[in-house]
């Protein structure tokens, strides 16, 4: 009998709340707690909540399912964890109600950015801090975001990942959430939507960890959650698009170097030797030039809290952090930062950031609506479906130009002995292009 690991791989789900690692692997593995979460923390989006208010149920139960199987294998006690804002009552209810029946808990998490970065969650809910350059599974831990749990359940039932739940919001007369076939270009999606203004951009994955874009031709992939219509000169926009340039320029004139960024950092508040102040003495006077203050840099996760947050100035080291990763990994410098036993900074409980505070801070109040799900089947002529769309080999397309494919039907496979993921066609339709990167089909809209 397959187990839950590999169904999830014949159905190709990856981590859908972040970079795409493949699923099947962190369900094979050996750990003694298994977090589902469910924090959604990033401003803007609600997509999550959506599942969770409507799918609580299933996640509870395969949640279950995935425990039973690891400790079945492992032969021990493994927990499972529900991770839930609290402001989300009426999703922490319907967890509550199905938590005691399938033998898991929920964690109410408070209502603060960052409460779904990994390393955050796993110490609310376990105590144990994941150490520096590591991953949950370093302290005996799994985290499976609540959509990736949905699309557990439903491989479970046989069912390919083939859609992607979406927020669509911003400056738009219908924002909504729905499922978006993948590899549906954003033109066949921004129009529909009623936009309110003629000089936009479109933010993908929200307004902390997420991007401007105005390509038109990008699809929604497996990993995207949002994309959010904002005028080209709101000053958000404008600070996400500050070149490179200008932020050194900006900083050598006015870094004060007084450490809000380190105070709020979540990694060093964790006890990573994480100190963004440090780097911006680095690039502002020539000094703490110790290449542990460099290197230091592959501990940034990107959260944006101190530049976005933070800073009373408006500079950004996690810009110069993630250049100098860029010029590490271009050297062939790997992360030598691996401290195991962290002491965490005793100002860290009061110094996660409330997420209202946040989306005024960055100006999006406007924008921050909890968007009605709409049901309907996302009308889409064709779709260009990538191969890569997650952590590791990029996946063998599997059908030939101008073959006849189904929704649900396998076009992309994991290379043989690799890391990797599966892809199925999310239309069906007639396989029009194909490449190292991508598979093209056309269908027949409904
Ligand atoms: S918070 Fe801003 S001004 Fe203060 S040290 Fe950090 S980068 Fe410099
Ligand atoms: S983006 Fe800033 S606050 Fe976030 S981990 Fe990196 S240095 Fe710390």
Not at 22 to 41: F, Q, R, W, Y
Not at 133 to 162: F, Q, R, S, Y
Not at 304 to 314: N, R
């Amino acid at each position: 009998m397959p187990t839950v690991a590999d169904l999830a791989r014949q159905a190709g789900v990856i981590g859908a709340g972040g970079a795409g690692f493949p699923t099947h692997i962190k369900l094979a593995s050996a750990v003694n707690t298994v977090i589902v979460n469910g924090a959604e923390c990033e401003p803007l989006m609600c997509g999550d909540l959506h599942l969770m208010e409507t799918r609580a149920g299933d996640i509870v139960a395969t949640l279950r399912k995935i425990v039973d199987e690891i400790s079945g294998r492992t032969g021990s006690e493994v927990k499972g964890v529900i991770g839930v804002k609290q402001k989300y009552d009426h999703a922490v209810k319907s967890f509550r109600d199905q938590a005691g029946k399938h033998g898991v808990s929920v964690l109410e998490l408070d209502n603060v950015y960052p409460a779904g970065d990994e390393h955050y969650l796993v110490f609310e809910a376990t105590g144990r801090a994941v150490p520096e350059g590591g991953i949950p599974l370093d302290v005996g831990v799994v985290v499976i975001n609540v959509g990736t749990m949905v699309n557990i359940a439903e491989a479970v039932n046989g069912k390919p990942v083939t859609e992607r739940i979406v927020t669509l919001g911003g400056a738009m007369d219908n924002p909504k959430v729905a499922f978006i076939p993948v590899g549906t270009a954003f033109g066949e999606i921004i129009p529909r939507l009623g936009v309110k203004i003629d000089d936009y951009v479109i933010l993908v994955n929200g307004p902390m960890m997420g991007r401007v874009t105005e390509d038109m031709n990008e699809v929604v992939t497996k990993t995207t959650g949002g994309l959010f219509v904002l005028p080209k000169d709101h000053s958000h926009v404008m600070r996400m698009a500050r070149p490179l340039s200008t932020e050194i320029r900006i900083g050598k004139s006015a870094c004060e170097v007084c450490r809000y960024c380190t105070d709020f950092c979540p990694r060093y508040l964790l006890g990573h030797r994480l100190e963004p102040h440090k780097i911006m003495r680095v690039i502002n006077y020539d000094r703490d030039l110790d290449s542990d203050t460099i290197t230091s840099a592959w501990l940034c996760c990107e959260c944006g809290l101190c530049d976005l947050w933070a800073c009373p100035m408006f500079l950004s080291p996690r810009v110069i952090y993630r250049e100098f990763k860029r010029r590490m990994r271009e050297a062939g410098i790997k992360n030598p930062h691996r401290r195991a036993d962290l002491t965490q900074d005793s100002y860290r409980p009061f110094r996660g950031v409330p997420a209202d505070k946040l989306m005024r801070r960055l100006g999006l109040s406007e924008y921050d609506v909890k968007a009605p799900f709409d049901p309907a089947p996302w009308p889409v002529s064709s779709v260009r479906i990538p191969l890569n769309q997650h952590i590791g080999a990029t996946a063998l397309p599997v059908v030939k130009q101008g073959e006849k494919v189904t929704k649900g039907q396998l076009i992309g496979e994991i290379p043989e002995g690799k890391l990797g993921a599966r892809y199925h066609a999310s239309i069906s339709g007639v396989v029009t292009a194909i490449s190292t990167s991508h598979i093209g089909i056309s269908g027949q809209v409904k």
